[in-house]
């Protein structure tokens, strides 16, 4: 019994190892591929000369050169780092609370439709109204701070995730449920080892939508009510008129984006490995 | 023993113009399947014999008509009237009838399904898809490994124990499907088309195991399939069905012993008999029909 647990555990990394190399060509690679450098690194001289040459106003456009430089300058004496580690402490308890809220109830309303029909109405109202339009309100309740950031960016996320799973447990292959319960499956069971497994890429899939919502939501709550965070060093860099520094901030919130959707990719890859040469 | 009295199944489609109309998939059919027996039903695609073999597996209810497993009843009739419409709703306000326990694994009756194909579950790999139709049956994990490995054994596919669905052929994909189906010893197997997606010459073999298996066993095994020359191979009985409404349209008893031969001139006799049935529904359709 044992051998066979060893044999599976040894099985599953051969495949995991081949589903990184995936990841490393996909993510990294793909940035320092010949073909995209033959691109980025023009557009990065361009963005350099324009303004240096005087054709656009160095003012307002900042040479690259200038921006790397402040970025550094903000690392190395404004601590930037600490910002950064706010924000995605924010970031992540929000993300991480929609998670655990919008999985299991989107789980429970694509297996049930009597609780489907109580909760599905609620929601497809609530979801419209655009999560900005939250932020006076939640200002007034939670008051300046970190629960009306975290809360802000949980609405962000939340109906993108909810929604799918919802959608792709309501849109499992009805035969793999009729075979389960011929076999005896109750209904936990199903939800457990068929449902959830058989909705799991689209639902990773829709954590991806939710990052990008989430992120909106990061800036948008730091910017209006915060002490910290990207948005907040963003949004005081517009009072001073410090372009680079926007600049800087900007292109921060673009490499964590960037690189956390990549980690959700190969997430997602590895939670798709029993699709074998269809990935 | 299955046992089907005065079995009827309706519908209701909904036209593209809002109407609705209704149909009715099965009509009264009253049959017995004996133990032991190999058993087909054969018939034009949408004669309705796949929501039969639904109703026997307990997935559909009738809607008139009772469907007896060994003496048990498989599920309760659907309910006619308005007020008996409106008490079932109201005592399966939450989880539908066709829903097993909320918490428990047991099944309702001892039987197996198989399907054309997504029949294995693709997140599985070999073993833990033959392990879990063990688990539903309440045996403990050390037997589940064992009987599991048996049968995959019977179906050669011990190599590949740990081989994700994807990875196999269609055909492998197929015996695997009935290992699982065989693994948990049901009294019934239920197949639906098992072998119309993989070729000719997969399918040959697949049925020479299938009988081989079958002898073994000796379990009752109910196959729903449109190739008349598959149900002549197989079975005991074969039942041909006519569609609209799909109903019993005869029965055929087949004496030969097996290994029977594909060219036995006693099937191909019987074979022509079902088609020339096949061929004149076609033709009474067609003169009643606009």
């Known amino acids: 019994m044992n051998n066979y647990k060893t044999r599976g555990v040894i099985s599953a990394f ?3 190892f081949r589903d990184f190399g995936k990841f490393f060509k996909g993510a990294a690679l793909n940035l320092f591929s010949p073909s995209f450098l033959f691109v980025f690194i023009p557009l990065l001289g361009i963005w350099e000369v324009l303004p240096r040459m005087g054709i656009v106003p160095s003012t307002l456009v900042p040479p690259i050169s200038t921006v790397l430089v402040t ?9 930037f780092l600490q910002d950064i580690i706010d924000s995605m402490q924010k970031f992540f308890m929000g993300l991480s609370i929609s998670i655990l809220v919008a999985i299991p109830l989107g789980v429970f309303m694509g297996w049930n439709e009597a609780i489907r029909k109580r909760t599905l109405p609620l929601f497809q109202l609530l979801a419209p109204i655009p999560p900005p339009a939250w932020v006076p309100i939640t200002i007034i309740i939670f008051g300046i701070g970190t629960q ?3 809360f802000l960016i949980f609405l962000g996320t939340f109906y993108p995730i909810l929604f799918t799973t919802f959608n792709a447990v309501k849109d499992t292959e009805p035969r793999y449920i009729a075979s389960a319960r011929a076999f005896g499956a109750s209904e936990m069971t199903l939800i457990l080892r068929v449902y959830i497994w058989h909705a799991m890429v689209s639902i990773v899939s829709s954590i991806k939508t939710g990052v990008s919502m989430g992120l909106v939501m990061l800036v948008i709550a730091e910017m209006y009510g915060g002490r910290t965070g990207i948005g907040f060093v963003l949004n005081e860099a517009r009072h001073f008129f410090q372009i680079s520094i926007m600049v800087a901030c900007m292109l921060t919130l673009g490499a964590i984006g960037w690189f956390i959707i990549e980690v959700i990719k190969f997430i997602e890859l590895k939670l798709s490995i029993w699709k074998g040469g269809r990935t | 023993m299955i046992e089907a009295k005065g079995v009827s199944k309706f519908f209701s489609i909904v036209n593209d113009d809002g109407t609705a109309n209704g149909v ?4 009264s059919i009253s049959l017995n399947i004996p133990s032991g027996k190999i058993v087909s039903f054969v018939g034009p695609s949408g004669c309705g014999k796949s929501t039969f073999l639904e109703m026997i597996a307990g997935l559909q209810a009738p809607s008139e008509g009772v469907i007896y497993i060994e003496g048990k009843e498989v599920r309760q009739t659907l309910p006619s009237t308005r007020a008996e419409r409106i008490k079932y709703n109201r005592k399966h306000w939450f989880l539908s009838p066709l829903a097993n326990s909320m918490w428990k694994n047991k099944p309702k009756h001892d039987i197996a399904m198989m399907f054309q194909d997504y029949a294995v579950f693709p997140w599985m790999n070999v073993l833990k898809n033959v392990t879990f139709a063990l688990e539903m049956r309440g045996i403990i994990k050390k037997d589940r490994i064992e009987i599991a490995k048996k049968y995959l054994e019977k179906v050669n596919l011990l190599d590949s124990m740990f081989k994700y669905p994807s990875q196999l052929s269609g055909g492998m ?12 010893s049901p009294k019934v197997i239920l197949m639906d088309e098992p072998f119309a997606a993989v070729d000719m010459i997969t399918r040959e073999k ?5 009988i081989n298996l079958w002898k073994e066993t000796g379990i009752t095994i109910i196959l729903v399939t449109h190739d008349i020359d598959e149900a002549l191979y197989l079975s005991d009985e074969i039942f041909v069905f ?3 409404p799909g109903s019993i349209r005869n029965k055929f008893l087949i004496e030969a012993d097996r290994p029977r031969k594909r060219d036995d001139s006693y099937l191909i006799d019987i074979g022509k008999r079902i088609s020339l049935l096949f061929e004149y529904d076609t033709k009474y359709e067609s003169e009643y029909t606009i």
């Open chain 2, 173 to 184: 994909r197929q015996r695997l499907a009935l290992a699982r189906a065989l693994s948990v």
């Open chain 2, 24 to 27: 009715t998939a099965v009509n």
């Open chain 1, 71 to 79: 970025l550094f300058d903000m690392f190395a004496n404004r601590g």
């Open chain 1, 14 to 16: 051969l495949l995991l």
């Open chain 1, 148 to 150: 009306m950031q975290v």
């Open chain 2, 242 to 244: 006519s569609s609209n």
């Open chain 2, 206 to 210: 697949l049925q020479e195991d299938l």
